[in-house]
């Protein structure tokens, strides 16, 4: 069936080109036109995703059918645990106020506690990810590849395309106004500080050009050559 | 129309909780810059809605009357600080646009008053859908508000780029000024809909 279809989208395609010929000179030999450019074969890609769509509705109704089960298992739960309250204690009391807090403050530290160690690797890596990108900034040349050191945590060591060592890269997040700014500090092999660059800070937006700007000013006052 | 349905009119236009009730007016005016920020604002806040509705309409037998402020404000922060660590994980781009304002979904009047109003008096199923469609009124608002800023201060929509790059734009419109104006329209638009239905259902 897509061949047909090719067939009779070139036909269309060769007339105007014939009727466009000037009698005098012959017209440029137009570049042959794929059939599959001119119009998407939407029949075809709508049966090629048929047997997605049917598994994606299984999975559907698997996870619909799951959460149900999920949800009716948790309010069970929820229905005993109020009727011990409401065996031992009258709604009121003194007691019972501070049993409920209790108990709703530490399923929402452990729920809390679960979902930060589950999102830590995927934080940390973005974090990775992010100074990475941007390490290479604080050095003059081009082209540093950067590696851990072993030198120490936030360290990275730039070596440069034939191996030899160019300078370190250091993450600093000293505290800034709403939480911890997070610079990079290029340091060359004589001790030198090559620059720095702020990275991420959660400053509020008022305050966020004036952090970057202030950085730079601050260092741009030093003389170069600091000693540590 | 089936009380499901009511209920979305409810959220989406009746009682829309920023055009119409005034709440959740300081992310309204603080994240729609761009229309991206405000889509992400408004589907977090939804979520914390739903789940927020959920749980409380799920503990309200439970939960005595005289200590009611102190657990809504235990469960709305907790679903709140696991929506920031998932967003900070999964979204990093969003999170650090959004910034504070993740965290202040906390105090947000919206999630407080429909748990308040709504989910500490009614089943769980009914809660969820007033989450939801609160939530989505909530959405439609920024994302109206986010519209007229970013068109007319940067000339994109969603960052397409709509007007050409020629065309002068009101840079105005993308700090706080421009957005209580453009709020102030958009309330504007809202209350003289409204009275115009009512004066024709009056009749």
């Not at chain 1, 395609?13 to 012959?26: I, K, L, N, Y």
């Not at chain 1, 930060?116 to 934080?123: K, M």
Request: charged share 20%; with cysteine; proline share 6%.
């Amino acid at each position: 069936m897509k061949g047909d279809f090719a067939e009779t989208v070139e036909t269309r395609e060769e007339t105007p080109d014939s009727r466009a010929a000037t009698p005098v000179e012959d017209p440029p030999e137009p570049p042959p036109a794929p059939a599959a450019k001119s119009l998407p074969d939407l029949k075809g890609a709508l049966m090629r995703t048929r047997p997605f769509l049917h598994k994606a509705g299984l999975w559907l109704r698997k996870a619909w059918s799951a959460a149900k089960r999920a949800s009716l298992a948790v309010w069970r739960v929820l229905s005993v645990t109020g009727r011990a309250l409401r065996r031992f204690f009258k709604k009121d009391s003194i007691p019972n106020l501070a049993l409920v807090l209790a108990l709703l403050t530490t399923v929402t530290a452990a729920g809390l506690g679960i979902t930060q160690s589950l999102a830590e690797p995927r934080i940390a890596d973005a974090r990775a990810e992010m100074f990475k990108a941007t390490m290479g900034t604080v050095f003059p040349d081009e082209g540093l590849t950067f590696t851990r050191s072993s030198l120490g945590e936030n360290i990275y060591e730039g070596r440069d395309g034939d191996g030899r060592l160019a300078g370190f890269s250091i993450l600093v997040s000293p505290r800034g106004h709403t939480g911890p700014v997070d610079m990079i500090v290029g340091v060359d092999l004589l001790r030198e500080v090559t620059g720095v660059e702020v990275v991420a800070h959660r400053e509020i937006r008022d305050f966020s050009a004036a952090v970057e700007q202030g950085i730079m000013e601050a260092l741009a006052s030093f003389d170069r050559g600091i000693q540590p | 129309m089936t009380q499901t349905m009511k209920q979305f009119k409810n959220g989406l236009l009746d009682q829309n909780p920023t055009l119409a009730l005034m709440l959740g007016m300081c992310p309204a005016l603080a994240t729609t810059t761009t229309m991206t920020d405000a889509a992400g604002m408004g589907l977090t806040t939804t979520a914390v809605l739903i789940c927020s509705n959920f749980a409380i309409s799920a503990l309200r037998r439970i939960i005595p009357e005289k200590i009611r402020i102190a657990a809504f404000i235990t469960i709305i922060a907790g679903f709140v600080t696991i929506a920031d660590t998932l967003l900070q994980a999964f979204a990093p781009s969003l999170s650090r646009s959004l910034g504070i304002f993740i965290p202040l979904i906390v105090v947000n009047c919206i999630v407080f008053a429909r748990a308040e109003v709504f989910a500490f008096r009614n089943g769980v199923g009914r809660s969820v859908l007033d989450g939801l469609a609160m939530g989505m009124g909530f959405l439609m608002a920024l994302l109206v508000v986010a519209g007229v800023r970013e068109f007319l201060s940067a000339g994109t929509l969603f960052e397409f780029r709509i007007l050409p790059e020629a065309v002068p734009t009101l840079p105005v419109m993308a700090q706080p000024p421009g957005g209580f104006l453009a709020l102030g329209l958009a309330l504007a638009v809202t209350q003289a809909v409204r009275s115009k239905r009512k004066a024709r259902s009056a009749v």
